[in-house]
């Protein structure tokens, strides 16, 4: 699903950083321990005179009648040709550029740091698939990867393929798709999905050109090397060949909404003018993928809306009739995958909050063949299930911790072990479904990614590899596990912290704080090497669990959306006060960081408490919920009425405008922010933080800084390439310890 949320390896490297022993200092025992360093910070707000952008008169008239004024509307131009728009964000740009440069030299310390922890001629742990062991790695000094595979054979495996690699010894490797040579001379490239036809013998992937995410599907014949002629414009990251290895399923966008409208199967050596239309959704509110069974014997058309999910399947041999495993029903969540004679569905049916397991017959085309498998439990939500010949390996979560069950045939269960009290832990790539090995990933705050497999017969656990940090000694840190009162007095919230083990807990430390809170995306515990650099300053960095995500179960998300979103505001401001309270940071040396719907959340809680925060950090911020949510032409907006609200209706509109960001600024002083967009975000489009950031200039009454940088070759990611974007944090990192007062070195 696209939704208004990060891709998941931006948010590895600016959300994540995270921890594992949960050992918490007492104000008593860290009496003795010296303050938090502060420095002064530099004078930047005079650096510069802030652009001022012109105001023009435009009201925005909702079906039932309600207006609102809207200066700024103008700054939306889909087509980004504007030339005073793009005047106005350049302005903002050569601004930032200007106040920023006495931090160039900060900047570029935080990015070396940064870049040193990174082995650069890196790969994945490799696995194994129709008789190929696949994987990706890096060259030293380059920004993109190289996908490749090598033939199985006797004495190959997932280790001495990564001895080989680590030798430099690439005999026997075949490439796939180097993606610096197909990026060479771009600003930005992002190769998407690659699927490799049954035969193995073709390759489809996806590219993108300017981060907007409508990619471009091209072909490669694996035998000659030859890139084939035929290309598919206008489509989603999400491809799947048929048995036949010529015919390729895919999924169409909307040109303007970008809603992912209809499957289509394209014959290799055909126009693709002429592909066959296989499916249309007429239901704008739901999104559209494509994939394979566990066994491959189906290919799946699955929709899916925020409250309910329809399946369509048919034989990968001959996948002309699509049939409906069970009609769409509202309220009614499910997904599902085939092994064997049956299929086990993941479902909410029947009043499973938390969801459940039941298995249908093959042929199943109705919820009325379901049956019951793994119970629902009230504790217990269950997240997904993947299926192996003897076992099923059941992804849980529970107490705001993952887990994973194995449910064996013969009807024994048993968890899989975790080595630490606070984690996070998740299924990893387990292709064929024949194996007693199932591998999972594993990491904590202090702990890298690791990769283990597990042999569910014999108990016998291997780690494959762990996630290499130059340079990193994690007994330097330490983490703990904190639960912060809600304002009603009877919630708990769940908190993540991290912090240096000479940081003390005496009310003296610069604290950043982080949450996303929508969409039931959990934000859990997990390391990150870019954030490193803020512990070795003197930063304590928290994961705020608020209400919204899933961490403890589908009612946690429940109410954090529709009419209960601001208990996701009001439980980020109640965990900074009790952090503050308990010690954890200086009451006046708060950051908060969040992006896209998290960016929504930094709006939210700029305007209810700005006393509370130093410096705000929001990168592609939702901001302009009222006016987006009215207008079905912005992408996403269709897909999200069940998750904010259709303002069409008065009841959600009177709600959404008590929150909007861009709809509550006022006059009064606001604390320092850092606002980022990109020019061709397809999730959050770039002007909504311009709005934001020009109405936030006329009504400010504060002398903090407001910087707006807009990444003009980028969408809602970011830069591509994997340095690059260590630029952009190392700049918006450098902003935020100069307004916390935190010292240049570590």
Known sequence: MNMRTLKPTFLLLTTSLLMTSLSACTPGKDADRPAVARAAPRALASAATPPDTAQRPHTVVAPHGAERSDEYYWLRDDKRENPEMLAYLAAENAYADSVLAPLKGVQDTLYEEIVARIKQDDSSVPYRERGYWYYTRFETGKDYPVHARRADAEGVDA??????????????????????????????????????????????????????????VRFRDLESGETLPDTIAGVSPNLVWADDNKTLFYVENDPDTLLTKRVKAHVLGTPAASDRLVYE???????????RTRDDKYIVIGLDSTVSNELRYAPAADPRQFKVLAPRQREVEYDADHLGERWVIRTNADGATNFKLVEAPSEATSRAQWKDLVAHDQDVFIEG???????????????????????RNDGSEEYVKADEPAYSMGLAANPEPDSEWLRYAYTSMTTPATTYELNVNTGERRQLKQQPVPGYDPSRYVTERVWAPARDGVTKIPVTLVR???????????????????????????FSATNVSL????????????????????????????????????????????????????????????????????????????EKYNVILSQ??????????????????????????????????????????????????????????????????????????????????????????????????????????????????????????VPEAP
């Open 385 to 407: 299930v993947e299926l192996f010949d003897g076992f099923m390996a059941v992804a849980e979560r529970s107490d705001a911790l993952e887990r994973l069950r194995l449910v």
């Open 159 to 216: 280790l001495s393929i990564q001895r080989a690699n680590e030798a430099g010894d690439f005999a026997g490797e075949q490439v796939l798709l180097d993606v610096n040579a197909l990026a060479e001379g771009k600003d930005y490239y992002q190769a998407g999905v690659l699927a490799v036809s049954q035969d193995n013998r073709l390759l489809a992937w996806a590219e993108d050109l300017n981060g907007r995410r409508q990619y471009t």
């Open 620 to 741: 592609v911020p939702f901001v302009d919920v009222a006016t987006t949510m009215l207008d079905p032409s912005i992408p996403l907006t269709t897909n999200e009425y069940d998750e904010w609200g259709n303002p069409e209706e008065k009841e959600y509109y009177d709600y959404i405008v008590t929150y909007s960001p861009y709809d509550n600024l006022e006059a009064k002083a606001y604390p320092a922010m850092f606002v980022g967009t990109g020019l061709w975000d397809s999730q959050v489009q770039y002007w909504e933080p311009a709005k934001y950031v020009a109405r936030l200039r006329d009504l400010n009454t504060g002398d903090r800084p407001l910087l707006f940088r807009t990444n003009m070759e980028a969408g809602h990611g970011g830069k591509s390439g994997r340095f690059r974007r260590f630029r952009e944090s190392a700049e918006m990192y450098a902003f935020m310890l100069d307004q916390l007062g």
């Open 535 to 610: 512990l070795d300053r003197g930063v304590v960095y928290a994961i705020a669990h608020i209400r919204g995500g899933q961490e403890l179960g589908r009612k946690w998300y429940e109410d954090g959306k529709l009419l209960h979103k601001t208990n996701t505001f009001t439980d980020f401001i109640d965990v900074t006060d009790f952090l503050v309270k308990e010690g954890h940071a200086a009451p006046d040396r708060v950051a908060a960081f969040g992006g896209s719907a998290g960016g929504l959340l930094m709006g939210a809680i700029s305007n209810m408490a700005p």
């Open 500 to 526: 240096h083990k000479d940081t003390p807990k005496d009310g003296t430390a610069p604290l950043l704080q982080y949450a996303y809170g929508s969409y039931g995306i959990s934000m859990d515990p997990g």
């Open 281 to 291: 959704e007429q239901d704008d509110t739901y999104y559209m993928g494509i994939g």
